[in-house]
């Protein structure tokens, strides 16, 4: 006897739909899983075996050879378990084939016969092509958060072989409460004291997603500052809430919900080039840029990172997607992040005070040299944090709050919106032409800078952006004036200065 049940595996971010065919014949007692599965998916003939005994049901003493279709596509992990097991218990006649009809299932199975929750809910009950789907119970709110097939939510093995056997008795009624996705720390920007030029790069990193970095000693705040960034930016939309949502899920990570603020991420700098762009030897799993997606990536200790893992940022920065591609399988991953990076000026810390580093020539050439310029060239705003005045840190007057940066911020975004882009760092060629005239001081200064080699092409365009935001937050229209044009110079320091920070 024969039977296909529906279900879907997980591929990058994307679901897969994946038909189980089970074939039940005589013969010599046995199962026999094909259609390139990997060690985990092999190993559910055991689980599936041990499960349907528990359950109550018949383990066919019979031929069986389960099909995982398409079969030239790896088959990846224990999602297919549950499919597995019905479908074995349809083409032996157990369950009727009738009663499977229009469902899909998705689940691990536990040798106790229990329903596990499995990676990537979200992508693969919007990739499944039924109009319901059995669920663990467990995972339910995740596969409720996109609309698509009703969801059924399930504990046991035991309760859906009751519910295709007895319709009348129905589906276990489980009460599942949908979750939120947990928010950034509530911190407040009015808690910085002493950064006014920190604290405005902030605020035009915030408006125009202009990547920034911060180069201090250690104490001067700039952890502080980028953990409040996430505070100032504006709700994701309905597009972006989705995508960060099956980002999250696909990494294994329960979101109970529509993800709708900005996600914040922090990697230790000892991260892998896979853990930060993604990927892997079997699974294609999102990294920690695409977790980061539509909000913040903070590198903190930028200079102790790998360059390896460094320049892997070179290519998703410009572009917003990373393409991973392996012998097996390729996939595009969402890369649209804001890239927040603090560093120390040497080993010691102590670069930007005059006579006070400590560092030998040979130990600051190789930390800059960890930093390649191609890297550095991406980013928009480029500052010097120093430790505040102790006068203004201990009484002086607190800055604005992140509720007033945010409502400008989100003035910001708007006008963005009306030049057809989220924000002005993503504005290129054409776009960026008409929304940045320059009068004639401003054309004169950048000739100026680009005639003396203190900016790149690369340079002009992010520092027209720059100005566009600065512009943008005074509520300017116009062409860019030489002030907007030499504030945005102003931020972008050489980081790469004879000991330390060079302004």
């Given at each position: 006897m024969f039977a296909t049940i529906p279900s879907a595996l997980v591929m990058g971010v994307d679901g897969q739909p994946v038909t189980v065919e089970v074939h039940v014949a005589r013969g010599l007692p046995g199962l026999s899983i094909v259609g390139l599965p990997d060690a985990a998916c092999r190993e559910a003939r055991d689980r599936v075996r041990a499960a349907v005994t528990v359950a109550g049901s018949d383990w066919p003493q019979m031929r069986i050879t389960i099909n995982l279709a398409p079969s030239d596509t790896r088959k990846v992990g224990s999602g297919l378990?549950?499919?597995m097991a019905i479908g074995v218990l349809v083409a032996s006649g157990q369950v009727p084939q009738s009663a499977v009809d229009g469902l899909g299932f998705i689940g691990e199975l536990g040798l106790d016969g229990t329903v596990r929750p499995v990676a990537g809910m979200v992508c693969r009950v919007g990739a499944i092509r039924s109009t319901e789907v059995v669920v663990p119970v467990a995972s339910a709110a995740d596969a409720m958060v996109i609309r698509g097939p009703e969801v059924r939510p399930v504990a046991t093995l035991a309760e859906v072989v009751r519910a295709l056997k007895d319709p009348p008795a129905g589906w276990p009624d489980y009460r599942v409460v949908p979750t939120s996705f947990p928010d950034p720390p509530a911190v407040d920007l009015a808690e910085v004291r002493g950064q006014p030029t920190a604290m405005q790069a902030l605020e035009l990193a915030a408006a125009g997603g202009h990547h920034l970095l911060m180069v201090g000693p250690p104490g001067a705040g700039k952890t502080m500052l980028a953990s409040r960034l996430?505070?100032?930016?504006?709700?994701?939309?309905?597009s972006q809430s989705i995508e960060c949502t099956?980002?999250?899920s696909a990494a294994g990570l329960s979101v109970g919900g529509l993800i709708t603020r900005p996600p914040y991420r922090a990697p230790h700098h000892t991260t892998t080039p896979v853990a930060l762009v993604g990927g892997g030897a079997d699974s294609l799993r999102p990294g920690e840029v695409s977790l980061a997606a539509h909000g913040v990536l903070f590198l903190d200790e930028l200079g102790e990172f790998s360059p390896a893992v460094l320049d892997c940022l070179r290519q998703p920065l410009e572009e917003g997607i990373i393409r991973?591609?392996?012998a097996r399988y390729c996939a595009d991953l969402p890369a649209r992040v804001l890239l927040v990076a603090a560093m120390n000026p040497c080993p010691c810390g102590e670069g930007g005070r005059p006579g006070a580093c400590r560092?030998?020539?040979?130990?600051?050439?190789?930390?800059?040299r960890r930093l390649?310029?191609?890297l550095l060239d991406r980013f928009d705003l480029r500052i010097a944090v120093f430790r505040p005045?102790?006068?203004r840190l201990?009484?002086?007057?607190?800055g604005p709050s992140s509720a007033e940066v945010a409502e400008r911020v989100a003035r910001a975004r708007e006008m963005a919106a009306g030049r057809g882009v989220d924000c002005n760092a993503h504005l290129d060629g054409r776009l960026l032409d008409e929304a940045t005239p320059l009068d004639d001081e401003a054309t004169a200064l950048l000739s100026s800078a680009l005639g003396a080699g203190r900016l790149s092409a690369r340079g002009l365009t992010k520092v027209r952006r720059v100005a566009l935001t600065v512009a943008d937050l005074a509520g300017h229209r116009g062409p860019l004036t030489a002030f907007h044009l030499s504030t945005a110079m102003a931020m972008r320091i050489d980081v790469a200065g004879t000991r330390g920070i060079a302004a």
């Amino acid at each position: 006897m024969f039977a296909t049940i529906p279900s879907a595996l997980v591929m990058g971010v994307d679901g897969q739909p994946v038909t189980v065919e089970v074939h039940v014949a005589r013969g010599l007692p046995g199962l026999s899983i094909v259609g390139l599965p990997d060690a985990a998916c092999r190993e559910a003939r055991d689980r599936v075996r041990a499960a349907v005994t528990v359950a109550g049901s018949d383990w066919p003493q019979m031929r069986i050879t389960i099909n995982l279709a398409p079969s030239d596509t790896r088959k990846v992990g224990s999602g297919l378990d549950l499919a597995m097991a019905i479908g074995v218990l349809v083409a032996s006649g157990q369950v009727p084939q009738s009663a499977v009809d229009g469902l899909g299932f998705i689940g691990e199975l536990g040798l106790d016969g229990t329903v596990r929750p499995v990676a990537g809910m979200v992508c693969r009950v919007g990739a499944i092509r039924s109009t319901e789907v059995v669920v663990p119970v467990a995972s339910a709110a995740d596969a409720m958060v996109i609309r698509g097939p009703e969801v059924r939510p399930v504990a046991t093995l035991a309760e859906v072989v009751r519910a295709l056997k007895d319709p009348p008795a129905g589906w276990p009624d489980y009460r599942v409460v949908p979750t939120s996705f947990p928010d950034p720390p509530a911190v407040d920007l009015a808690e910085v004291r002493g950064q006014p030029t920190a604290m405005q790069a902030l605020e035009l990193a915030a408006a125009g997603g202009h990547h920034l970095l911060m180069v201090g000693p250690p104490g001067a705040g700039k952890t502080m500052l980028a953990s409040r960034l996430p505070g100032l930016l504006p709700d994701l939309d309905l597009s972006q809430s989705i995508e960060c949502t099956r980002v999250h899920s696909a990494a294994g990570l329960s979101v109970g919900g529509l993800i709708t603020r900005p996600p914040y991420r922090a990697p230790h700098h000892t991260t892998t080039p896979v853990a930060l762009v993604g990927g892997g030897a079997d699974s294609l799993r999102p990294g920690e840029v695409s977790l980061a997606a539509h909000g913040v990536l903070f590198l903190d200790e930028l200079g102790e990172f790998s360059p390896a893992v460094l320049d892997c940022l070179r290519q998703p920065l410009e572009e917003g997607i990373i393409r991973v591609s392996r012998a097996r399988y390729c996939a595009d991953l969402p890369a649209r992040v804001l890239l927040v990076a603090a560093m120390n000026p040497c080993p010691c810390g102590e670069g930007g005070r005059p006579g006070a580093c400590r560092c030998p020539d040979g130990m600051l050439a190789r930390y800059r040299r960890r930093l390649s310029g191609p890297l550095l060239d991406r980013f928009d705003l480029r500052i010097a944090v120093f430790r505040p005045d102790p006068q203004r840190l201990l009484g002086g007057e607190p800055g604005p709050s992140s509720a007033e940066v945010a409502e400008r911020v989100a003035r910001a975004r708007e006008m963005a919106a009306g030049r057809g882009v989220d924000c002005n760092a993503h504005l290129d060629g054409r776009l960026l032409d008409e929304a940045t005239p320059l009068d004639d001081e401003a054309t004169a200064l950048l000739s100026s800078a680009l005639g003396a080699g203190r900016l790149s092409a690369r340079g002009l365009t992010k520092v027209r952006r720059v100005a566009l935001t600065v512009a943008d937050l005074a509520g300017h229209r116009g062409p860019l004036t030489a002030f907007h044009l030499s504030t945005a110079m102003a931020m972008r320091i050489d980081v790469a200065g004879t000991r330390g920070i060079a302004a």
